[in-house]
C-alpha cells in the first residue's frame, strides 16, 4: 500500500506540473480474472468495445475498467493488451482483413502483425486514474501535447541519460506505447491510432507515452532539476524577431552575458 500511496502522490505532483489535462492512467495485467474481484468498483463493459475506448473512460471520466477475454471486447484488441495469444491462425485472419483497409496487401499485413509488440496474455487487465490508489501499476500511461511530453522526456534524461526511440506500427497503436514499453520495461512514446482517435475521443493535439511505473519518480525528479534552469512547461516564447539572449540567459548565463 505505501508504493501505491508514493506512486499516486508522485502522479499528482506530475499533472500539477505538466498542467496535464487529463489523469495518468495505470494499467496492470493480473493472472486471473478473480483478482478483479479485489479492486473496489471496477467496471465492466456489457457492451461490444475496443481498446481504444477504455483510456477515455480512465483518463478523462475517473473509471476503472477491468477487462477479461470473455468480455465483448474485440479479439483483435486481448491479442494486444495482455488477455489472448496470438496465433498464426489469428494473424493470418487479421492480415486478410487489414489489407482491405491499412495495408495493400495480406503479405505487408502479416509483417506488421510480426512487428507487434504483445503483452503476455493474463487472466485479466485493469487501468485505473493513478491518482486513485487502486492498486499497484505495472505501466503508466501519461496523455499530453508534444511539448508537454518532450519535457517529460526530458526529465527522464536529466536524471539519466539514454536515446528514446520512436515507433510507429500504424493502427494499433497502443502496441507502440503500452505494448512497447511493457515489454521492453522503456518508455515508449506514440502517435496514437486511427481507433484511438475515432473511437477514444483523443484530440488532435495529444500523443502518448507509456512508462514503467517505476520510472515516475525519476521522471519528475528530472522536471523539477529542469524547472530550476529555468527550463518548464508551459514553454515561454521567444519569438523569431527578438534578440534571444536576454531570455537564454536564464538558463545558460555562462554562455549569454552580453
Same mark, same amino acid.
Not at 481504444?52 to 475498467?65: A, M
Not at 526529465?155 to 494499433?172: A, N, R
Given at each position: &500500500? /505505501? $508504493?501505491? +500511496?508514493?506512486?499516486?502522490?508522485?502522479?499528482?505532483?506530475?499533472?500539477?506540473? %505538466?498542467?496535464?489535462? =487529463? *489523469?495518468?492512467?495505470?494499467?496492470?495485467?493480473?493472472?486471473?480474472?478473480?483478482?478483479?474481484?479485489?479492486?473496489?468498483?471496477?467496471?465492466?463493459?456489457?457492451?461490444?468495445?475496443?481498446?481504444?475506448?477504455?483510456?477515455?473512460?480512465?483518463?478523462?471520466?475517473?473509471?476503472?475498467?477491468?477487462?477479461?477475454?470473455?468480455?465483448?471486447?474485440?479479439?483483435?484488441?486481448?491479442?494486444?493488451?495482455?488477455?489472448?495469444?496470438?496465433?498464426?491462425?489469428?494473424?493470418?485472419?487479421?492480415?486478410?482483413?487489414?489489407?482491405?483497409?491499412?495495408?495493400?496487401?495480406?503479405?505487408?499485413? &502479416? /509483417? $506488421?502483425? +510480426?512487428?507487434?509488440?504483445?503483452?503476455?496474455?493474463?487472466?485479466?487487465?485493469? %487501468?485505473?486514474?493513478? =491518482? *486513485?490508489?487502486?492498486?499497484?501499476?505495472?505501466?503508466?500511461?501519461?496523455?499530453?501535447?508534444?511539448?508537454?511530453?518532450?519535457?517529460?522526456?526530458?526529465?527522464?534524461?536529466?536524471?539519466?541519460?539514454?536515446?528514446?526511440?520512436?515507433?510507429?506500427?500504424?493502427?494499433?497503436?497502443?502496441?507502440?506505447?503500452?505494448?512497447?514499453?511493457?515489454?521492453?520495461?522503456?518508455?515508449?512514446?506514440?502517435?496514437?491510432?486511427?481507433?484511438?482517435?475515432?473511437?477514444?475521443?483523443?484530440?488532435?493535439?495529444?500523443?502518448?507515452?507509456?512508462?514503467?511505473?517505476?520510472?515516475?519518480?525519476?521522471?519528475?525528479?528530472?522536471?523539477?532539476?529542469?524547472?530550476?534552469?529555468?527550463?518548464?512547461?508551459?514553454?515561454?516564447?521567444?519569438?523569431?524577431?527578438?534578440?534571444?539572449?536576454?531570455?537564454?540567459?536564464?538558463?545558460?548565463?555562462?554562455?549569454?552575458?552580453?
Amino acid at each position: &500500500m /505505501e $508504493q501505491i +500511496e508514493q506512486l499516486a502522490n508522485l502522479g499528482a505532483e506530475l499533472e500539477d506540473m %505538466l498542467r496535464l489535462q =487529463t *489523469k495518468i492512467i495505470a494499467y496492470r495485467r493480473l493472472e486471473k480474472a478473480e483478482e478483479l474481484d479485489a479492486i473496489k468498483n471496477v467496471a465492466r463493459m456489457d457492451h461490444f468495445f475496443t481498446f481504444c475506448q477504455v483510456p477515455f473512460l480512465v483518463r478523462v471520466n475517473g473509471f476503472t475498467v477491468g477487462l477479461t477475454k470473455e468480455d465483448p471486447v474485440s479479439e483483435r484488441c486481448t491479442r494486444l493488451c495482455g488477455l489472448r495469444p496470438a496465433t498464426e491462425e489469428s494473424k493470418e485472419a487479421e492480415s486478410k482483413q487489414l489489407a482491405t483497409t491499412w495495408f495493400g496487401t495480406p503479405e505487408q499485413a &502479416m /509483417e $506488421q502483425q +510480426e512487428d507487434y509488440p504483445r503483452i503476455p496474455p493474463g487472466g485479466a487487465i485493469v %487501468l485505473a486514474p493513478l =491518482t *486513485k490508489k487502486k492498486f499497484e501499476p505495472e505501466t503508466l500511461l501519461i496523455y499530453g501535447n508534444p511539448a508537454q511530453l518532450m519535457m517529460l522526456m526530458c526529465g527522464l534524461q536529466k536524471e539519466k541519460y539514454e536515446q528514446f526511440w520512436f515507433s510507429f506500427i500504424g493502427e494499433g497503436a497502443c502496441s507502440d506505447s503500452l505494448g512497447q514499453s511493457y515489454v521492453t520495461g522503456k518508455p515508449a512514446l506514440s502517435i496514437p491510432c486511427y481507433g484511438e482517435r475515432a473511437m477514444g475521443s483523443v484530440t488532435n493535439d495529444e500523443i502518448c507515452l507509456a512508462i514503467p511505473a517505476g520510472e515516475l519518480e525519476r521522471a519528475l525528479n528530472g522536471l523539477k532539476r529542469l524547472h530550476k534552469t529555468g527550463l518548464r512547461y508551459p514553454i515561454s516564447y521567444i519569438g523569431p524577431s527578438l534578440d534571444p539572449r536576454p531570455i537564454l540567459a536564464r538558463s545558460y548565463p555562462d554562455q549569454h552575458k552580453g
